[in-house]
């Protein structure tokens, strides 16, 4: 029987995910999405060879086995703890949104099910967790992002910056990604990913440039261990819709779900 998924919004990460679920994955089938115009929503999915019911965020986790998260943050906390008490598997791709809400790991835990966080737009995180089991000494990672990706950031808004005025790179941030997580919370997902693949977020460093020089969402990231020392170099393709986001978030999201019911994979 195939493991029926639910996607929570239709943006650059939820409709590829959706329309590749359509096409007729084995041992996937697409139950659900929803997005908050749900008459947009009928309306994007009603060319699709088997359009799918677009319900309320509420009524996924009652159709779905794993429910896929690429909403608003805001939504994030009520999503989840429905989707976990039910008994169903949570993807976030609002990773930040789950720092202020650790304990919904224990919750998880207490129904029997997961908490599956996607690769997202970053590479490395299979090292970076088979490093965790001896001892790593630091990691630091470090992202430069197009101005306009940057633009609507809570933190470039607080402080009144003009980013579309910039002729030189600005570095906006230079701290811990769990201090990164509360100025930037939309824009260092990949960041909050990685923290949790390896010394947690209070221990890995984090610096975020806006950078008029770079067209695409560039980062990098070095890893010191006592197993292992590696720099990676990251220079994702933002997508048109979602600039800060990069394309190849939705093509992870289809191979974690893919992972779920494959009879071979390779990686974590």
């Known amino acids: 029987m195939a493991l029926k998924v639910a996607i929570c919004g239709l943006g650059a990460v939820g409709m590829p995910v959706a ?3 359509d096409t007729g994955v084995d041992g996937l089938a697409l139950a659900a999405v929803s997005a908050r115009d749900q008459a947009r929503a009928r309306g994007r999915v009603s060319e699709f060879r088997n359009p799918p019911p677009v319900l309320s965020f509420e009524q996924l986790p009652e159709v779905a086995d794993v429910i896929v998260e690429c909403a608003p943050p805001a939504l994030f906390a009520e999503l989840a703890e429905a989707t976990l008490r039910a008994g169903k598997i949570y ?9 202020p809400r650790m304990d919904l790991i224990d919750l998880a835990k207490q129904m029997g099910t997961r908490i599956i966080i996607p690769t997202g737009a970053i590479v490395g995180l299979d090292a970076v967790r ?6 790593i000494y630091s990691v630091v990672m470090k992202t430069r992002k197009p101005p306009k990706s940057l633009r609507d ?3 470039v ?3 009144g910056y003009d980013l579309d005025a910039l002729t030189e790179p600005l570095m906006l941030y230079s701290g811990t990604v769990a201090e990164a997580a509360s100025m930037f919370p939309a824009n260092v997902n990949i960041a909050v990913a990685l923290a949790f693949a390896g010394i947690g977020p209070e221990r890995t460093l984090y610096e975020i ?3 008029p020089g770079v067209d695409r969402n560039s980062h990098t ?3 010191d261990a006592c197993s292992t020392r590696f720099d990676i170099s990251i220079a994702g393709v933002p997508t048109l819709e979602t600039p800060g986001t990069g394309k190849l978030t939705p093509l992870s999201v289809m191979a974690t779900l893919e992972g779920l019911v494959t009879s071979f994979r390779v990686g974590t």
Do not use: I
Not at 91 to 99: D, E, G, I, K
Not at 130 to 135: I, K, P
């Open 19 to 21: 329309r590749w679920l």
């Open 91 to 99: 993807m976030p791709l609002s990773v930040t949104s789950l720092l």
């Open 130 to 135: 088979a490093a965790a089991y001896g001892e």
């Open 153 to 155: 950031a809570k933190f």
């Open 157 to 159: 808004v607080e402080q």
């Open 209 to 211: 440039w806006a950078d």
């Open 221 to 223: 990231v070095s890893v």
